[in-house]
């Protein structure tokens, strides 16, 4: 399994970042992908994913603020995270989505995820 998540870090309230995640071809493929977070203390959820058409679904707590997408070529996904708030602090994950937004199943295999900090 080779997923590379990157782009984290401190922002204020109200600030944007942008994370990416490398995932290997065998991963990436036709598949789902997605971006999930766990929060300190709290179990990890799903928060954005995309199909490899380019449709797309969000959690209610990030709809209207974050803006997944994916490059096949390169086998890419990116978040684009805007209006964060300290909600938003978590480490975030790339990985598989069986599943949807609201019920999946839990990937096994996980790589690396990528802190957010959301404070003043």
């Known amino acids: 399994v080779q997923l590379q998540a990157s782009g984290g870090g401190l922002v204020q309230p109200g600030g944007s970042l942008r994370l990416s995640c490398a995932a290997s071809r065998g991963i990436f493929s036709s598949n789902v992908m997605g971006w999930y977070r766990q929060a300190p203390g709290k179990q990890r959820e799903l928060v954005a994913t995309?199909?490899?058409?380019?449709?797309?679904d969000y959690a209610d707590s990030v709809k209207g603020r974050f803006t997944i997408s994916r490059d096949n070529a390169k086998n890419t996904v990116n978040l684009q995270m805007n209006s964060l708030n300290p909600e938003d602090t978590a480490v975030y994950y790339c990985?598989?989505?069986?599943?949807?937004?609201?019920?999946?199943?839990?990937?096994?295999?996980w790589g690396q995820g990528t802190l957010v900090t959301v404070s003043s």
């Open positions: 995309i199909t490899s058409r380019g449709n797309i």
């Open positions: 990985n598989l989505v069986v599943g949807r937004i609201t019920s999946y199943i839990t990937p096994r295999h």
